[in-house]
């Protein structure tokens, strides 16, 4: 008996031994909490605050105004240009890197990852000297009387720019890792490529797709710096929702909120979409997952050079 | 089996020329091409005149509050980032699910958003300023802005780097420390530690690295006061609105040269950090 007790005695310090104590806890939380709550929801709160100042009927009031609509139609059709774009970029890529070997491939998914680590104001900055007035294409675009910088095309390209990565880094280490077995099965049994592309690898990959497309669309709609560098800043014409942001800069900032609005939902449908992932993985796993169901979706980081 | 693994599995599946051909020109178009504007307009200065535009007074004064600024941001991220981490993989409390996704916030939050926001809270008349400014502590307008917005912006960075490899550690290592005598601080800066350093560092790196070339968050904050607080993607803009645009070259050149080597960097990092995890398993 006594060594029995005994036993548990240490058993229980070493799990002792694996935490902290508890007051070491409860210091370590608040101090996490206190600088999330300092840090993310206090700025938060204050964007709605800052809206909702003057009341209800102003806020709608301002939605109203012709500008602010141009300026959410001119996002809109940005990142429904830059989405699509990007989505077949990123599938294709990943189908090449994921699905074949070839020399050069490291050195591509670096390449892939450029955009990342380039600041938004230089990658603005590359299409005014391609497509400015004093740019590369500049006296041919002019002469042919197309406009791109100062103008929508402009935009759009800046968006495509930045948010070039997010698909292709979503899709890549997933359909790495699960590699061709399935596919080559597929073809052996008889179907054309694009049957095992849609049949065999896209529910496969759906849910990382859907992941990759939140980013970048979040992204798309977001992106202030690259689009400021060519956009001209025209009122009513080539304004994006974050553009027309900086220019109420003081007064009340209804599309500021409706913005911060667009980011929480990107928050709670990217929860819901990993939510959803590590549930079908765990499902699936009979065999023993090798590591948590969590990891694939909320391994990689949003705009990380990886 | 083995004929058919001799003849590779490797072009079996279709589609290999489309996609790869296709992903190239794409990349060709969107980054390369542009990219490479960058470099011949470039070409067009000659090397007093590249040295004068990236090496003015004003310029200098950009890349020590870019870079500062930066460095601290990252520093901040990487102690404060771990902490979150840590208490998201090892503790549970009450909202822990909502703290978690709060935490991709800077990257789903438009940066002009960021930036208006925590100017509102900071300045004298906001939320918090308004207690600081009595007691003369200034965090709008000026080089504490920066450093804040960089913080926000690079937030996450940190956590989702360290976050996936705290919840891969061993607790069996821990238990064995522990066993073998070992204090909890011990374990930590012994076992646990040296397992999540990579990622860390990964981590800090790419804050790093994004606070670098930060542009929306920051310019609503920072009051641009040349020589005090302007940064250096500021300095881009407002030699393009002057129609310098050989100068704004000039300095992205120097800015494109720095992310180059951070991009290098921190695939290093990640090289080691793979083989690292692929030794310990």
Aim: aromatic share 12%; hydrophobic share 55%; charged share 10%.
């Amino acid at each position: 008996m006594s060594g029995a007790t005994a036993l548990q005695a240490r058993v229980s310090r070493v799990q002792a031994g694996t935490t902290e104590p508890a007051w070491v806890r409860w210091v370590l939380i608040t101090l996490a909490l206190s600088f999330i709550g300092l840090f993310l929801v206090l700025p938060l709160a204050a964007v709605f605050t800052e809206a909702l100042r003057k009341g209800f009927d102003a806020y709608w009031q301002a939605f109203q105004e012709p500008d602010a609509w141009a300026a959410i139609r001119l996002t809109l059709l940005t990142a429904l240009v830059a989405v699509p774009l990007n989505l077949v970029f990123g599938v294709a890529a990943a189908w090449a890197i994921a699905k074949f070997d070839f020399p050069g491939k490291a050195f591509l998914i670096t390449m892939v990852d450029l955009p990342f680590s380039v600041s938004p104001v230089v990658a603005g900055l590359i299409y005014v000297l391609l497509f400015g007035a004093q740019g590369w294409l500049g006296p041919w675009l002019q002469a042919h009387d197309v406009k791109i910088i100062f103008a929508v095309p402009g935009i759009v390209l800046a968006t495509v720019f930045v948010t070039f990565p997010f698909i292709a880094r979503e899709l890549i280490p997933l359909m790495q890792a699960q590699g061709a077995d399935e596919e080559q099965a597929a073809q052996v049994l008889g179907a054309s490529g694009w049957q095992t592309f849609w049949k065999v690898t896209l529910p496969n990959i759906r849910w990382g797709l859907l992941y990759g497309v939140i980013l970048c669309n979040a992204r798309a709609m977001g992106e202030f710096g690259a689009v400021s560098v060519v956009s001209g800043h025209i009122r009513g014409q080539t304004n994006t929702m974050p553009l027309h942001v900086e220019i109420l800069y003081n007064e009340y900032q209804s599309v500021a909120s409706m913005l911060a609005l667009l980011a929480l939902v990107t928050l709670v449908i990217k929860s819901i979409v990993e939510w959803r992932h590590a549930r079908e993985l765990a499902a699936s796993a009979e065999v023993p997952p090798e590591r948590p169901s969590t990891s694939t979706a909320s391994d990689s980081v949003w705009g990380a050079p990886a | 089996m083995i004929v058919l693994r001799s003849t590779g599995g490797r072009r079996v599946l279709p589609g290999f020329g489309l996609t790869l051909g296709f992903s190239l020109l794409y990349l060709s178009l969107i980054v390369l091409i542009p990219l490479s504007a960058l470099v011949f307009k470039t070409f067009t200065l000659t090397w007093p005149q590249f040295w004068e535009a990236v090496s003015s007074p004003r310029v200098l004064a950009s890349y020590r509050l870019t870079f500062g600024a930066s460095l601290i941001a990252a520093s901040v991220n990487a102690v404060l980032g771990l902490l979150v981490a840590w208490v998201l993989v090892r503790y549970s409390f009450f909202g822990k699910k909502v703290v978690d996704a709060l935490v991709d916030l800077p990257f789903a939050l438009p940066t002009a958003v960021a930036g208006i926001s925590l100017t509102a809270l900071l300045a004298g008349n906001g939320w918090i300023g308004q207690w600081l400014e009595p007691h003369g502590i200034q965090l709008a307008f000026n080089p504490n802005g920066v450093v804040i917005a960089l913080i926000f912006i690079g937030l996450p960075f940190v956590v989702r780097t360290v976050q996936p490899v705290l919840e891969d550690t061993e607790k069996e290592l821990e238990e064995a420390a522990t066993c073998l005598g070992a204090t909890r601080w011990q374990t930590f800066s012994r076992v646990i530690f040296p397992a999540i350093a990579p990622a860390l560092l990964t981590g800090f790196a790419m804050a790093f690295a994004r606070a670098i070339g930060e542009y929306g968050s920051v310019i609503f904050i920072a009051g641009n006061m040349p020589m005090v607080s302007e940064i250096t993607p500021l300095i881009i803009i407002s030699k393009l609105e002057q129609y310098d645009y050989a100068g704004a070259t000039a300095v992205a050149v120097v800015m494109l040269l720095m992310s180059f080597a951070l991009l290098l960097f921190i695939n290093a990092l990640q090289a080691w950090q793979r083989r690292r995890t692929g030794a310990l398993s």
